[in-house]
């Protein structure tokens, strides 16, 4: 056999075949598709730390929520926790377990003398990372444990300190009573003036105001701490910090919807408290409107729509909607099922108007399969989930976004986000990105229509990354039909 005149023809043969497979049905030669691997060591996180003022519209794009150290570990202090948050991509925080502003965390033993020297820790961090602290109490058990007391997670206990929030010195938190209302003045007054001046401009107003002891009657709530109670403590909130500090914005306490959680009440009971607050005029001291969710990522949008329906009855529509807390549990479901609900749950969020969205949590509380288990994305001893390299990956890419628009939300079973542009003009912008799952596997997206003309070829990034933290990555054609199912893919320009 002459292999010199074999050879060739084989050579020939090949790459034919090489360029009919990389050829669109109209016979346009496109380049085949190539498959590689990105490390999440390697991803490049926006520098926050550029940004020199926070203090109008959204401070940040992504965040965590109930940062806690843990004894023994690389983050048994804040500089630990909060170099990871930094190295993640996390641009804020909410709620820290050892050095929030809450009024049992700054108070002296006789309630008047306030010490910042924990929350500054936090507060004012050399890193770039904002703090949304919340002020009074972040739960029932807050108040309990000053007295060395204890209250039930659920808060639901008929335990004098786990029915209504307190102040320092034992008192309910009566908005009607002149020396609880004094009380709560100077605590609020001393906040301001202490960060007056600083770059914290965001303060929460309570957590989860619902959660305190009602009775469930039925569709009719009776609550022994309510919305009346809440709408007063509003308005002093506002009136007492804009004295100190006109440029500050006041954040409604979040609101919780649960479906996967034991609860003290139904799905409805934050919407019954929250359009009762707004009942008593509340939305003119409410500068944004806080939710917080744990459910099903297909029932998020839903959900936002009934908030955005509340807010538009009471003529506070226009106003900014934040996601201060969201997840899913990596011991009660999967690993891989928190990590793809990292861009879900963002995704369907940004793409329905939330401007801010912390996830819950950094590092787990504990890895059991209840009562909060499992919604770090470090497990409770500091190892990392692959959420924690999901996060980055959204982070890098993303953490900057300008707008997210709905491409698709279900249509054909596909749900699709475009994100653009730059939040902060002073970060590079993202450039047209796009995030895409379907609810059934071997499913498909033609997104030539949807880019710009200027691309020819697509990176298509699994979100979900093996253990190793490295995320397959496919270089295509526009042209080609992309690969989806129920695990996202991001997607950018080659």
Not at 311 to 319: A, C, E, S
Not at 464 to 485: E, R
Request: with cysteine; hydrophobic share 35%.
């Amino acid at each position: 056999m002459n292999w010199k005149l074999i050879l060739p023809l084989v050579l020939f043969l090949g790459n034919a075949m090489v360029a009919m497979a990389g050829s669109g049905t109209d016979g346009v030669e496109t380049s085949p598709t190539v498959t590689y691997t990105i490390s999440a060591d390697s991803l490049t996180i926006p520098d926050t730390t550029r940004i020199g003022s926070r203090n109008s519209g959204a401070p940040y794009r992504v965040g965590f929520n109930m940062i806690r150290t843990v004894p023994g570990s690389n983050f048994s202090n804040a500089s630990g926790v909060l170099s990871d948050i930094a190295d993640v991509g996390g641009q804020g925080f909410r709620q820290v377990q050892d050095g929030d502003l809450t009024w049992f965390s700054v108070a002296g033993d006789q309630g008047s003398d306030f010490s910042f020297d924990a929350a500054d820790t936090y507060m004012q961090n050399s890193l770039g990372l904002y703090p949304i602290p919340t002020l009074f109490q972040i739960g029932p058990a807050t108040a309990a444990r000053y007295w060395n007391k204890s209250c039930p997670e659920e808060g639901a206990s008929d335990s004098d300190y786990c029915r209504k929030p307190f102040t320092t010195e034992g008192e309910a938190l009566n908005m009607g009573d002149r020396s609880a209302k004094s009380a709560a003045k100077e605590y609020l007054t001393a906040v301001a003036r202490h960060y007056s001046g600083s770059s914290l401009g965001h303060f929460e107003i309570m957590n989860e105001p619902e959660r305190y002891k009602h009775f469930d009657l039925a569709f009719l709530y009776l609550y022994r701490w309510g919305p009346a109670d809440y709408a007063k403590l509003l308005e002093l909130a506002s009136e007492t910090i804009k004295a100190a500090m006109p440029n500050a914005l006041i954040v409604a306490g979040g609101m919780v919807y649960y479906d996967n959680q034991d609860t003290d009440g139904r799905h409805e009971m934050w919407e019954d408290f929250f359009d009762k607050t707004l009942d008593r005029g509340a939305g003119q001291y409410i500068d944004v409107v806080n939710f917080h969710y744990y459910g099903k990522w297909k029932g998020l949008e839903d959900h936002i729509g009934e908030v955005l329906t509340i807010m538009t009855r009471h003529g506070i529509g226009k106003k900014p909607i934040w996601m201060t807390e969201v997840g899913s549990s990596a011991t009660a479901g999967s690993q891989t099922e928190q990590a793809a609900d990292v861009f879900r749950f963002f995704s369907v969020a940004f793409g329905n108007g939330v401007e801010l969205a912390n996830w819950h949590t950094h590092v787990s509380s504990h890895d059991g399969v209840n009562h909060w288990g499992g919604y770090g994305t470090r497990a409770s001893g500091g190892r990392r989930n692959l959420s924690w390299y999901t996060y980055k990956l959204f982070a890098s890419y993303l953490g900057n976004f300008g707008d997210c628009t709905p491409v698709r939300q279900g249509e054909g079973d596909v749900w699709a986000y475009r994100y653009t542009g730059s939040h902060y003009s002073a970060l590079d912008a993202t450039e047209h990105s796009y995030v895409v799952w379907a609810s059934k596997e071997g499913s498909s997206y033609d997104i030539s229509a949807e880019v710009p003309s200027t691309w020819e070829e697509i990176e298509v990034i699994d979100v979900v990354p093996d253990n190793s933290g490295n995320f397959t990555v496919k270089t295509q054609s526009v042209s080609s039909p992309i690969s989806v199912g129920k695990e996202p893919v991001l997607i950018v320009k080659y």
